[in-house]
């Protein structure tokens, strides 16, 4: 390739990885509805025939573990936006080019995570 750096990748890079992000969408997606589906499910069992003490710390954990579950739906959630962000950036044309050093993001680290709009080298550079 000579000594010129690459600025962009081509169409069929860009196929690639948009595949790879409609894949892992379509995952997470699933992951998501079937987490909201464990929170309902969750909601509607919360009048058992139970008595006493143990409904208390049933109670308790029943809680922790809807707190548990609505966090890993937000987190769902917010991984879902990034890929379809990604998928934003790969029609507009800014897929894959770092947003700190304007650079190429290495294709092992797009294949790894998708959706970034860093480069190692800047993500290293954010955590010192």
């Known amino acids: 390739m000579g000594s010129e750096e690459k600025t962009k990748?081509?169409?069929?890079?860009?196929q690639e990885f948009e595949?790879?992000?409609?894949?892992?969408?379509?995952?997470?997606k699933e992951e998501l509805n079937s987490l909201k589906n464990?929170?309902?499910?969750?909601?509607?069992?919360g009048t058992d025939s139970t008595a006493g003490n143990t409904k208390v710390l049933e109670d308790g954990a029943d809680t922790a573990e809807k707190e548990n579950l609505s966090q890993l739906a937000a987190r769902q959630?917010?991984?879902?936006?990034?890929l379809e962000n990604a998928l934003i950036r790969i029609?507009?044309?800014?897929?894959g080019i770092c947003v700190d050093t304007g650079?190429?993001?290495?294709?092992e680290r797009l294949?790894?995570?998708?959706h970034t709009m860093h480069s190692?080298?800047?993500?290293?550079?954010k955590q010192n």
């Open 9 to 14: 990748y081509s169409e069929e890079e860009l």
């Open 38 to 45: 464990t929170l309902n499910r969750s909601n509607d069992s």
């Open 120 to 125: 190692i080298e800047a993500k290293l550079r």
């Open 19 to 28: 595949s790879l992000i409609k894949g892992k969408l379509d995952k997470a």
């Open 91 to 95: 029609k507009n044309g800014t897929y």
């Open 111 to 114: 294949r790894a995570v998708p």
């Open 103 to 107: 650079k190429l993001i290495q294709k």
């Open 77 to 82: 959630q917010k991984f879902i936006n990034n």
